[in-house]
């Protein structure tokens, strides 16, 4: 707080699970266009309204991936939405949608203008089903992004095979006659090995040395591919 104003909001962090629910873009810009493919990779319904629109944008309405509707926002295009992502710099705009989107309860991203935010999207790290969210509450998305480089030369490529192949063990360690406890020894010892080392170096004698001490099959199809 400074002199009884708040300089960031406060955000309650939160994964979304979009599949098959509705979101509008509005704007077919190059933000209009990330903000589509991120929403395509969550498997959301994807509805641009937007006069025009990148060659890629085109594209996916061409192919049917989304449904695209030429022509500016006018209040009621938010009906049956999930969410709504703008991209659009004429305030009276940004305005008409964030109210209509509060009224119907709505989630809302108006992108650069977070007064008309009613969530944020994090600068993310993502390694297969490993997913690492940045945000600094809109205070500086410039830190946001150092932190974000940094975590990527942390957390390599190497880390999607692991969560895979920890993934396979823990299926594996749940089907032994083990009591809870002895599996949670288990699963927190392969949890503290070396393994995402192993895994980025291919030493694959040592993984397979590690995993078949704890009695556990390994899983050497995951690394063949």
Known sequence: MKDGVRLTNVY????????????????????GERKVLSLLQAKAFVKLISPEATPALQRLAEEGQIIWEK????????????????????????KSIYDEANAKRVFCNMV????????????VVKRGSLTIAISTSGANPAVARRIRESLERQFGPEYEIYLKLMENLRKQIL???????????????????????????????????????????????????
């Open 71 to 94: 022509r500016i926002y006018q209040p009621g295009d938010l009906e049956g939405a999930w969410l709504v992502v703008a991209a659009t710099n004429d305030p009276s705009t940004q």
């Open 12 to 31: 309650f962090p939160v994964f979304l699970n979009l599949e098959g629910k509705l979101c509008v873009v509005i704007g077919g810009g190059k933000v």
């Open 112 to 123: 650069d203008v977070p007064e008309f935010c009613s969530f944020i999207v994090p600068s």
């Open 175 to 225: 089907e032994l006659n083990l009591s809870p406890t002895e599996k949670e020894v288990k699963l927190h010892r392969l949890a503290m090995a070396p393994i995402p080392q192993y895994v980025r170096d291919r030493d694959l004698e040592l993984l397979k040395n590690i995993i078949e001490k704890e009695g556990l099959i390994f899983p050497l199809d995951l690394f063949e591919s």
